[in-house]
């Protein structure tokens, strides 16, 4: 079962290769206390030869010391490095143990079963393929057992083997076997785990453990080294939604700019089109490098470094996917937490959220419910404590891009770490959708039901503007923040209802004051605003109004999209063309400056992209002319475009 092949002496070069090719399986043993984790991995090492002599008789020598089961050898210490694990006969802290076989490579993670320790098994399951679940036969399932299983589903491990051990104990009895499984199974059916296994063990003597036991012979299934050399896990790895999160900008020289990171997900190939988020521009693939050279194709998990054809503004933190393949960009997502801190959880206070290569300030915004491990049932609470897991809303200070933990395990996790002692404190796993709030684009949206259609109006477009002496239509008057645009749109709504035409003005602050107070300023929420002010003016253009919408509306994109429900034929695009520089000198609430010290997050022009429009129907320099003079050149656009007499 070892490692050990003939090339060793007679080719190293194709050994090494051959090692080199091999499938790698990470797997962790877990369970309650002194259900034999620690002994089996010892075992499992022992029977596949990776153990050299000399460590063998250390560990007889150390058995006679701190062994546990008399003057024979245990193999729980080959595990239990430490000095308290081995005075106290439990693990502490996880343990990550490598061997081979002549199928697989494995990495082993020995986790610890005490419930204080819960944060460590947590920790180790999070890179795991496959997790081995021990029980005791005499105790059967325990707290720990249960809380253990529910971590490894709520993590995504896709593979469970429930080894039942120390049969050796319970007579090798099939009945006590059979309970175990069936009170295992009817605690696992409300549990998403997709593929579970069951073995009777002995980790001790080696009973199903690499070789078949002749004291169950009432188990005809495989044993455990056999499963973990042929369990399947090729498809395991998600290889359909592209991730690159940009770890480092590779900048050697002048003719050399790379992007360095990890294949979080999928694959790329040279050529590729590609965009980076969160700014949404988009380039293609000019190469992929590695440490042995240019490569055509890379994929996950491997660390490459992406040339692009374009000059682009990445840096760390932002992410490069495919630009029909994107993930969500929000700051605020539903989320499993399990907690590891020692000061409880509680909801609304700050701290700090990495995700992939990104750190951002944010808080827990509310505990929707705790889980009771015993019953997988929901519970109110005001907090979470050590080891306790939860339902939360989080809301963060800047936007991320991730999928949803079940989706894409590298793009939907998230660590919580406390900002006055830097330590880990919280496990985060992103869910598919939120309780409240928007979290999808409506854009696309078809209406919740088919039967509802509008009915034609009474009075046509032609007597609307017979009355009002124009027709409807939208003035979307766009620019930075402080651009001066709502000053334009208060002018030329003076000027309109002075010319005794009928108007109205849409501005963010009476859409988040009352129709979007229930918006951020994401560009997830920025996007839904404008959607909703769109509609708005749709609406009044209907009934003949003019309307003037003001808006920051940084992405060209949702511009387009808003031109598209108002009409084009009425719909127009006023860009205000004022340098950031002077915005920000007519800025008297300070908002620049809040964005330059980080105070503002997502701020368009400073820590995100605004995209000037480059086709708008009129572009204003009021920084350089009276406003008089603007609403002037609007008038005259109306006139020529038939809106008014």
């Known amino acids: 079962m070892s490692h050990q092949s003939e090339l060793i002496s007679s080719d190293i070069d194709a050994y090494l290769k051959q090692h080199e090719q091999k499938e790698l399986l990470r797997f962790l043993t877990c369970g309650s206390v002194d259900d034999g984790k620690s002994t089996l991995i010892g075992r499992m090492l022992i029977e596949a030869k990776m153990v050299y002599e000399d460590q063998l008789a250390a560990l007889e020598k150390d058995s006679q010391t701190h062994g546990t089961i008399g003057s024979r050898l245990d193999p729980a210490l080959l595990t239990d490095g430490l000095d308290d694990e081995r005075q106290q006969g439990i693990t502490i802290d996880v343990a990550y143990r490598y061997f081979s076989t002549a199928k697989r490579k494995f990495i082993i993670a020995d986790t610890p079963g005490h419930e204080q320790y819960t944060r460590n098994m947590a920790t180790g399951a999070s890179t795991c393929d496959l997790a081995i679940i021990l029980i005791d036969a005499r105790k059967g399932v325990l707290t720990q057992t249960k809380r253990h299983s529910f971590i490894t589903s709520l993590l995504g491990v896709k593979h469970v083997v429930v080894a039942i051990n120390k049969m050796d104990l319970v007579e090798y009895s099939q009945e006590v076997y059979q309970n175990i499984r069936d009170e295992y199974i009817q605690f696992a059916a409300r549990m998403s785990s997709d593929d579970v296994h069951f073995i009777p063990i002995s980790a001790l003597d ?45 900048r050697p020289h002048l003719d050399f700019r790379g992007f360095c990171g990890m294949v979080a997900s999928g694959t790329i190939q040279k050529g590729d089109e590609i965009m980076v988020l969160p700014s949404r521009k988009t380039s293609r693939v000019k ?51 399990v907690w590891m801190g020692e000061e409880p959880m509680v909801p609304g206070t700050q701290y700090l959220f990495k995700q992939t290569t990104k750190v951002v300030p944010g808080t827990v915004q509310s505990l929707r419910y705790r889980i009771d491990i015993n019953t997988l049932h929901r519970q109110p609470a005001p907090s979470l404590s050590l080891n306790e897991i939860g ?66 109006s009474q009075v046509t477009d032609e007597e609307r503007a017979a009355r009002f002496g124009q027709r409807g239509a939208t003035i979307l008057i766009t620019g930075l923040t402080g651009s001066g645009k709502r000053d334009v749109a208060q002018a030329l709504e003076r000027h309109l209802f002075d010319a005794g035409r009928a108007c109205a003005v849409l501005d963010g602050p009476k859409m988040r004051l009352g129709v979007s107070k229930d918006l951020g300023f994401t560009p997830e929420g920025r996007s839904e605003n404008m959607r909703r002010a769109a509609e708005c ?47 920000r000198e007519r ?37 350089s002319v009276p406003i008089e003079s603007c609403v002037e050149a609007i008038m005259a656009l109306l006139r020529e475009r038939d809106i008014v007499d």
């Open 287 to 337: 190469s992929i490098t590695t440490i042995d050279g240019d490569i055509e194709e890379a994929f996950t998990p491997q660390s490459v470094t992406l040339t692009l054809e374009d000059e682009i503004d990445a840096s760390r933190g932002d992410m490069i996917v495919r630009v029909g393949n994107q993930p969500r960009v929000s700051q605020r997502m539903d989320a499993m937490v």
């Open 587 to 623: 800025d008297t609430n300070g908002m620049y400056a809040m964005a330059d010290s980080g105070e503002i997050m997502n701020f368009p022009g400073i820590t995100t992209a605004y995209e000037e429009p480059v086709s708008a129907d009129l572009t204003l320099e009021p920084h």
């Open 391 to 456: 339902r939360c809303e989080i809301d963060l200070d800047d936007v991320i891009q991730f999928d949803s933990y079940k989706r894409n395990r590298g793009t939907g996790s998230m660590i919580i770490i406390d900002r006055i002692t830097n330590v880990t404190v919280g496990a985060v796993m992103i869910l598919d959708e939120m309780q409240g709030g928007p979290s999808q684009d409506h854009w696309d949206a078809e209406p919740v039901s088919a039967e509802m259609q509008e009915r034609s």
């Open 537 to 583: 003016a749709r609406i009044l253009n209907d009934v003949g109004l003019i309307t003037i919408a003001s808006f920051l509306a940084p992405r060209k994109e949702v511009r387009n999209r808003a031109r598209e429900v108002v009409g084009s034929e009425r719909f127009f695009e006023v860009f205000l063309d004022v340098p950031v520089e002077v915005c």
């Open 206 to 250: 080696g009973d199903n453990v690499v070789v078949r036991s002749k004291n169950m012979p009432w188990y005809d299934g495989n044993t455990l080294m056999h499963m973990l050399e042929n369990v399947y896990i090729a498809s395991d790895s998600n290889l359909q939604d592209f991730r690159f999160p940009v770890q480092y900008v590779n």
